[in-house]
């Protein structure tokens, strides 16, 4: 069992950056892949971000490569978010979620999730 706690969120303009971070308790945190998804008012659930359970390397989705950066501290069990370059369009309740599978974009392997934390991106 791993239970997720997401801070770090709030209110930014356009073009400023955020780092979220994912407080995780249990022993077994590196036994799993870690993921960042993101949930915009009336959308699904997407992904956004995750990294292996040995710390990499680690693979995005196409709308934010470049701009996000996820990390983890597997003494720490903590999972960080960077992102830079907020647009608009990035604003979202963003869940950090633990996956059993070495690989995986698909929100339904996902096994744990954290209740969100808000990004809101004011033009």
């Known amino acids: 069992q791993v239970q997720l706690v997401e801070s770090g969120g709030g209110l930014v303009q356009s073009g400023g950056s955020l780092r979220l971070s994912c407080a995780a308790s249990?022993?077994?945190?590196?036994?799993?892949?870690m993921g960042w998804f993101r949930q915009a008012p009336g959308k699904e659930r997407e992904f956004v971000a995750a990294i292996t359970k040995s710390g990499g390397p680690p693979y995005y989705a196409d709308s934010v490569k470049g701009r996000f950066t996820i990390s983890r501290d597997n003494a720490k069990n903590t999972v960080d978010l960077q992102i830079l370059s907020l647009k608009p369009e990035d604003t979202a309740l963003y869940y950090c979620?633990?996956?059993?599978?070495?690989?995986?974009?698909?929100?339904?392997?996902?096994?744990?999730w954290g209740q969100g934390t808000q990004v809101t991106v004011s033009s």
């Open positions: 979620a633990a996956t059993s599978q070495y690989y995986s974009t698909t929100y339904g392997t996902y096994d744990y």
């Open positions: 249990g022993r077994t945190f590196s036994s799993y892949t």
